[in-house]
Every structure is written in C-alpha cells, then in structure tokens.
Nanobody, 120 residues
Framework: VQLQESGPGLVNPSQTLSVTCTVS??????????WSWIRQPPGKGLEWMGG???????YYNPNLKSRTSISRDTSKNQFTLQLNSVTPEDTAVYYC?????????????WGQGTQVTVSS
C-alpha cells in the first residue's frame, strides 16, 4: 500500500490550502480502516489535524476544526484536506496515513509528505 500526497507547494496568506492523498495498492471502499492527516511545522513536533473511519465519520483537532475540512472520494481512492484562512504558521509538511484493521493486527501506512509554505 502506498500513499502519495500532492499539494500546492506555496499558498498565499488568507487563502485555502488543499492537499490530496492518493492511495494505491489498497482500497478505501473496504471496511475496518481509519485515516488521518498530520503535519509537522519546521522545527516542531507532529500535529494531528483530523481523520475519519471507513463508516464515513470524521474527527477534527479542536484547535483546527473551525478552519479544517477533510473528506474522501472512494471513486478515486483519495482523501482530501482543506485548511482555510492560512497563515505562515500553517507552513509545514503535511502527511496522510491509513490504518487497516484485522481481527489480529493492524497495518498502518503513511505517505512521504508534501511541503506547503504559506507566504506572500
């Protein structure tokens, strides 16, 4: 299973950041998985932004909820993250991940991340 993030690279302040995660070698139409978006600003730790489950439920970091929208497109095997009203503090590497669950184990996969810089 491979995940590949794609993003704009550079976003102007106050604009909307949109990152897509394409899953290959695995399905997001199956049952028993969860998915997440995390980010890492330069020189800082990882921050969980939000995620969802195979049932369609979504969850958000309360600190980012007002500006964040996450969704999935099962026809394209993709997840999407949108972050509104960005500031330079939203500059980070953005990662997507998926965890598949079985009766005995779990298998997690993460993309290599995409750098997004917020600057005018």
């Amino acid at each position: 299973v491979q995940l590949q993030e794609s993003g704009p690279g550079l976003v102007n302040p106050s604009q909307t950041l949109s990152v897509t995660c394409t899953v290959s070698g695995g399905s997001i139409t199956t049952n028993y998985y969860s998915w997440s978006w995390i980010r890492q600003p330069p020189g800082k730790g990882l921050e969980w932004m939000g995620g969802g489950t195979y049932s369609g439920s979504t969850y958000y970091n309360p600190n980012l909820k007002s500006r964040t929208s996450i969704s999935r497109d099962t026809s394209k095997n993709q997840f999407t993250l949108q972050l509104n009203s960005v500031t330079p503090e939203d500059t980070a590497v953005y990662y997507c991940g998926i965890i598949y669950y079985s009766s005995w184990d779990e298998y997690d996969y993460w993309g290599q991340g995409t750098q997004v810089t917020v600057s005018s």
